[in-house]
């Protein structure tokens, strides 16, 4: 498993990803990953997950934006102290690939901020130790 943790205006964004075997079919250049994402709020005001900004790439060098609004159709709102955790996926057509970006958040005064999310791996385990 590959993990990430940044600290970003108070919102603290966790990621372990992990390779599915099940779901992959390298024969055919298809390999599959999932993602868990943790946000806690560790900040005083209370914020709204409204977007996202993923950068995936693989080991062609091949790269992928993909810009949305929330996550998994929802647009958590945390009040200090609390926390929103969801999994999704993602196929690559190599082995070897990485994500990272950013949510897009905003304080109930309605200030804006980007909460950063730090570069993790999409790996066989066996590839990198």
Known sequence: MFFSETLTHGVRIKVR???????????????????????????DDTVQLIGRHWHISDSNGQTEEVVGKGVI????VLEPGKSFTY?????????????YGCFQMVTKDGEEFDANIAPFTLSQPHLIN
């Open 87 to 99: 999994s999704s996926n993602c196929p690559l057509s190599t082995e070897l690939g990485s994500m």
């Open 73 to 76: 159709g929802k647009q958590p």
């Open 17 to 43: 990803a992990k390779f599915c075997p099940e779901h992959s079919e390298p024969e055919k250049k298809f390999w599959f990953y999932q993602y868990t994402v943790t946000i806690i709020n560790e900040s």
